[in-house]
């Protein structure tokens, strides 16, 4: 079983940065994504940015630019660094593993972000 764990949000000042991270743990297949979501209320949750077992990476057009995946020393982890914070990159952030070898993916419980005018 997989499980992952974040850490991080909270509120900051529109223009302000905030980084939040995730760890996973239990049986970590090697050929993974990484990857961060955002629901704001109201809205679908959508796809921020990802990160592969190799290092590439994507981005949402409304963050590129201001926002940065990584992945943590331990390959298991991967960050979000968000500058250039606005409004509207208020929602709740979900980390998410996927196997795509496999066919699976797991999701974290989600943390608050929360951007101030």
């Known amino acids: 079983q997989v499980q992952l764990v974040e850490s991080g949000g909270g509120l900051v000042q529109a223009g302000g940065s905030l980084s939040i991270s995730c760890a996973a743990s239990?049986?970590?297949?090697?050929?993974?994504?990484m990857s961060w979501h955002r629901q704001a209320p109201g809205k679908q949750r959508e796809l921020v940015a990802s990160?592969?077992?190799?290092?590439?990476?994507n981005y949402a057009d409304s963050v590129k630019g201001r926002f940065t995946i990584s992945r943590g020393n331990a390959k298991s982890t991967v960050l979000l660094q968000m500058n250039s914070l606005k409004p509207e990159d208020t929602a709740v952030y979900y980390c998410?593993?996927?196997?795509?070898?496999?066919?699976?993916?797991?999701w974290g419980q989600g943390t608050q972000v929360t951007v101030s005018s």
């Open positions: 998410n593993l996927r196997f795509p070898l496999v066919g699976r993916d797991y």
């Open positions: 239990g049986t970590i297949v090697s050929s993974n994504v």
């Open positions: 990160i592969t077992s190799v290092g590439s990476t």
